[in-house]
């Protein structure tokens, strides 16, 4: 019987794959690392046949013993914790098994983010597109050791090389997520939903710059089946069709968009709602969108754009969900009623109030 210990269960990321894993693998063995009691309680109530481990990621004696115990590891907490991926890779180092265990991590597709963030050039259109297969060695290899999330991507993949025959690595990368979580946990996630708070709270919609900067995107229903892809094929002999190790780096898109157009649709979508009084876009420096939301020149104002050929290509991946600005009403709505705008401002819009 498979074995696997996966971190970030009552995560956004964590807790959606959760429940894809549970409801395709109903008799897996599952271990999940939660911080409290509390954590513990949320993931019980919905699964109750997953063992429970306690501490953070700093808990790094807790994180080797699972890990050890553990055929695979699913890592979807911090991406930048240099600690703990050590710890799972210390972990599986000392497995008495003479199978390859699989070391699954989730980084994201900030670390394509360099020319804007090295530069301080936030809102401009860059035409680099990167991609996981003819591209594989430039990604893998070349990216710059300041660029986000690089630290521990490293660590992971010079696991393999570490541990020859008894550590395969694969990197899911994934870009601007969206979607509603099916997790016991938190069920959203962070770039365009902190966007539609700070255009409700601030009445008005905000871009950085000319807002002409390109993402990708992913709902995260759609990330959790390339995770879900992966996670088989580790069970299979030699890792099944998957690609891993050097040649283990998956992004997880599913299309482009233009930040300034999310910028245009939550403004519009807040304005038709009565929750702001116009469906104006106003243009901020980098430095007054920081102001605003911690890293907002970032999450809204630089380029991470690739191709997620690998998923498709190896894994036969195919996206099936709507796109961000298909969805841009339910986050909108979603950031209202935690506001507390959605019921005084619906009303006086209609004359209620």
Not at 80 to 101: E, F, Y
């Amino acid at each position: 019987m498979t074995k696997l210990f996966l971190t970030g269960a009552t995560g956004y990321i964590g807790g959606d794959l959760l429940e894809v894993l549970t409801a395709t693998y109903p008799d897996l063995q599952i271990t999940a690392l939660v911080r409290n009691s509390d954590k513990g309680a949320q993931v019980a109530s919905q699964y109750p046949s997953v063992r429970l481990v306690y501490g953070d990621l700093d808990s790094t004696d807790v994180i080797t013993k699972a890990a050890s115990e553990s055929d695979i590891v699913v890592n979807t907490a911090n991406c930048d914790h240099a600690a703990s991926a050590s710890a799972i890779i210390a972990g599986l180092a000392q497995r008495t098994s003479s199978s390859k265990a699989y070391f699954i991590h989730t980084s994201g597709t900030g670390i394509l983010t360099s020319a804007d963030l090295d530069t301080k050039t936030f809102g401009i259109y860059r035409e680099k597109v990167f991609d996981d297969w003819q591209g594989i060695k430039e990604v893998v290899n070349n990216l710059p050791d300041t660029a986000l999330h690089r630290t521990v991507d490293k660590i992971v993949l010079a696991a393999s090389h570490d541990h020859p025959g008894k550590i395969a690595t694969a990197i899911v990368c994934p870009p601007c997520i969206y979607g509603v979580g099916r997790g016991p946990g938190n069920q959203k996630s962070q770039q365009a939903y902190r966007l539609a708070r700070a255009t409700l709270k601030r009445g008005k919609g905000v871009q950085v710059g000319e807002g002409k900067n390109m993402w990708t995107q992913v709902h995260v229903r759609d990330l959790s089946n390339v995770f879900l892809a992966l996670f088989t094929e580790a069970m299979s002999a030699g890792g099944g069709k998957a690609t891993w190790d050097d040649e283990g780096y998956y992004f997880a898109e599913a299309g482009g968009f233009v930040w300034g157009d999310v910028s245009k649709g939550i403004a519009k979508v807040a304005k038709k709602n009565g929750w702001i009084e116009s469906e104006e876009v106003e243009s901020v420096s980098a430095e007054e969108a920081d102001r605003l939301v911690p890293m907002a020149s970032y999450m809204w104002g630089s380029n991470s754009r690739c191709m997620a050929y690998r998923a498709r290509k190896v894994l036969g991946w195919q996206p099936k969900e709507k796109g961000l600005l298909d969805t841009l009403e339910e986050i909108v709505e979603v950031e209202a009623r935690e506001l507390g705008v959605d019921k005084g401002h619906a009303a006086k819009a209609a004359g209620e109030a």
